[in-house]
């Protein structure tokens, strides 16, 4: 560090030491955007036994106005990539609207032409015919103002088109809020790293935190970009959504943005209906929400109501759970507006959720949203089954001459019991919630593109973001393609860079598993990842992991197959340990179904044997009574052997199948960086 303090004017630079107004402050550098810090300000969370033994912490840390946090500058990457690759097909596609419009306009143009030809040859010959002299002088007349409008004298109007300059193409504005600044540092990076931004209003209500961004812009020489504004964020973004009836006219230019950005402490709930009116057609909405507490526990249930407008669900996959309530919240205060939300990027990470939401004005797409929300039954006192309903069906009607349209009615209520089919335990309702892709493939692929040519001095945390991706683009595969992406290289003028998911898409299995979990239900060893990929495959199923939880598996498998999976684990590879099971537990009921289960199939083996066979199919006289459970119902044809759906499939716990081919090691789930991480304590009052 440089021990020698330089004026604000001074060239940035990591580690410097500059005096500004009577004050040093200290300069930290991320990605290509500095910030000045007080040289005491916390950058860390401070350790309980520490702060116990000071008695109490210090008073300038306490009531700082701002702080820094390193351990967000994975956030802050991501965001600057994906707002990065949302706007180049965001500008792809408002220059095609724009070349539609100019050529539109050039046709009008051109199909009026001969008209006002004809029309002036008409009047010429009307006044040759009456008066020559007046013609004359009416044509000098023209000529003369010809020659004014111009500029250039004794050329006719065709040369003069010939000398014109060229007009410079207009470049279209791209603006940006950061609606929760406090230092400002997101906007820097905005304002830095994205070439093609206009502008980006960094706003706060705290002042302090106004002058702390206003030193830090002009640190970085960036007046020309960033404008501090100091505004309640909900009040600024509705003045931007509707503007004084005075300042309308020719002149009036729209002052809403392109990209909003919702970064708070804690819940972005009371900002999320402002932020949605704020932004223009086609624009890009940035969620966070750090209460991880509310929207993934049961702990709160009426908190989780009253900001998300749904219960919580329990179990190793609360987090996509609470994604899928924050971003149905977003949904449904879109809905009120006619607008249509389409989840780009939705990742759980770390203590928060972050997700990238792209916004369109369709009342048609809107009406898509009952039948894109579901209830979840869930046995989260017991096995940890879940079961999905439906609020609302989406169903395709075909017509006269094959019109196609869509058919909006109400579902069903629950096909279960409130008692869970496979353990008996009660099941409790989790939801409304998003029942859609919570990302576009299309999307994923091209900031994994991107990032390929993305400087690692620049962006610290690139090998995570390439694993955290790669898991979320894995996770897409376990539904049917909805949208494809066509690299750069292959890409024509006129293709979509980001092509929109189909509005009436579903993910039909929304959520993962964790065997570690069920495994601790029947208290057997756990298998590894590769052998219950490998059974689940070797059935016929997709399966692949999940980017919320290490050692996850997401599958269209139901649970009835993996619970057959699983005891079939017990059976083949570690029985469970007798006595290990008390009567009346899930685990219990779940190994005394599977006994009963293969002993019925011993029996009937054993009968079958018994008797003679007749007909080359091999099958007996007289049928011998079955178990048929929901797994032979909903497994593929090719995981029923000998085409019987009277037998439970084998299960190979195949770990060559399971394993999938890496060409890279990737950092899938990065641990805590170190002791005493999270979110760090809310600024308070001013420093």
């Known amino acids: 560090m440089t021990t020698t303090a330089v004026p604000l004017s001074a060239k940035p630079a990591a580690g410097q030491l500059v005096e500004h107004e009577g004050k040093i402050y200290e300069t930290i550098q991320e990605g290509k955007a500095y910030i000045l810090i007080p040289p005491n300000t916390q950058q860390h969370v401070t350790p309980p036994q520490h702060a116990k033994a000071k008695g109490k912490q210090d008073e300038e840390v306490k009531a700082q106005s701002v702080f820094y946090n390193p351990i967000q500058q994975f956030n802050r990457d991501l965001s600057v990539l994906a707002i990065k690759a949302f706007g180049d097909d965001f500008l792809h596609r408002k220059r095609q609207r724009n070349d539609k419009n100019r050529s539109k306009l050039d046709n009008k143009k051109k199909r009026k ?15 040759d015919g009456a008066q020559p002299g007046a013609a004359t002088a009416i044509a000098g007349t023209d000529e003369g103002d010809k020659v004014k409008t111009n500029g250039l004298a004794g050329e006719s109007s065709t040369s003069t088109k010939d000398q014109q300059p060229a007009k410079c193409p207009s470049v279209p504005r791209f603006r940006i809020l950061d609606a929760l600044s406090a230092t400002g540092l997101r906007a820097l990076r905005y304002a830095h790293e994205i070439p093609y931004v206009s502008a980006v209003v960094a706003n706060d209500m705290n002042p302090s935190a106004i002058q702390s961004m206003k030193v830090n812009v002009e640190h970085n020489g960036l007046e020309s970009k960033i404008t501090p504004n100091l505004d309640n964020a909900i009040g600024h973004m509705y003045r931007v959504a509707y503007a004084e009836p005075g300042t309308h006219g020719p002149q009036h230019v729209n002052q809403k943005y392109d990209v909003v950005d919702l970064d708070p402490y804690g819940t972005a709930a009371p900002f999320v209906d402002a932020a949605l009116q704020a932004l223009n057609e086609g624009g890009l909405l940035c969620v966070t929400c750090t209460d991880s507490g509310v929207f993934a526990s049961t702990g709160y249930c009426e908190k989780t109501w009253s900001l998300y407008g749904g219960a919580p669900i329990k179990g190793p996959h609360m987090h996509e759970g609470g994604l899928r309530l924050i971003i149905n919240s977003v949904a449904t205060a879109a809905a009120k507006q006619g607008l249509a939300i389409e989840p780009l990027l939705s990742l759980s990470i770390d203590f928060y959720v972050r997700t990238f939401i792209r916004v369109r004005k369709s009342p048609a797409d809107v009406k898509f949203l009952f039948g894109k929300t579901m209830d979840v039954l869930g046995c989260d006192h017991g096995c940890g089954a879940w079961t999905i309903n439906m609020r609302g069906r989406n169903t395709k009607q075909s017509g006269k001459n094959d019109n196609i349209w869509w058919k909006h009615t109400i579902g069903q209520g629950p096909a279960v019991d409130q008692l869970c089919e496979h353990c008996g335990s009660k099941r409790h309702i989790a939801g409304p919630m998003w029942a859609g892709p919570i990302h576009n493939a299309a999307f994923i692929e091209k900031l994994l593109e991107d990032l390929e040519t993305a400087d690692p001095e620049v962006y610290k945390t690139k090998a995570r973001i390439e694993g ?22 292959e890409r024509s003028e006129s293709d979509e860079i980001i092509p929109k998911v189909p509005p009436e898409t579903i993910d039909l299995f929304p959520f993962f598993f964790n065997p570690s979990a069920v495994s601790k239900v029947i208290h057997c060893i756990a298998p590894n990842d590769a052998s219950i990929r490998g059974a689940l495959r070797h059935m016929g199923y997709r399966a692949t992991r999940s980017h919320c939880q290490p050692g996850s598996i997401k599958t269209d498998a139901p649970w009835s197959a993996i619970w057959n999976i699983m005891t079939e684990w017990t059976r083949q590879k570690h029985p469970v340990k007798d006595g290990a099971l008390k009567e009346g537990s899930s685990g219990f009921a779940i190994m005394k179904k599977a006994r009963e289960q293969w002993a019925a199939e011993e029996e009937r083996e054993k009968s079958m044997k018994e008797e003679p066979k007749s007909g080359e199919n091999g099958t007996s006289k007289d049928s011998t009574p079955g178990i048929t459970t929901e797994i032979e119902q909903a497994a593929p044809k090719s995981a029923v052997s000998n085409g019987t759906t009277n037998k439970r499939p084998k299960v190979v716990f195949d770990e060559a199948l399971g394993k999938d081919r890496q060409t890279k090691r990737l950092v899938r789930y990065q641990q805590n960086p170190r002791e005493n991480w999270g979110p760090m304590t809310k600024h308070k009052g001013s420093a």
Do not use: F, I
């Open 113 to 127: 032409l001969p008209v006002e030809k004809a029309q002036e040859a008409d009047g010429q010959k009307q006044e």
């Open 468 to 489: 955290m991706l790669s898991t979320a683009l894995e996770e897409t595969q376990v539904n049917n393609e909805a949208v494809s992406y066509k690299p750069a290289a």
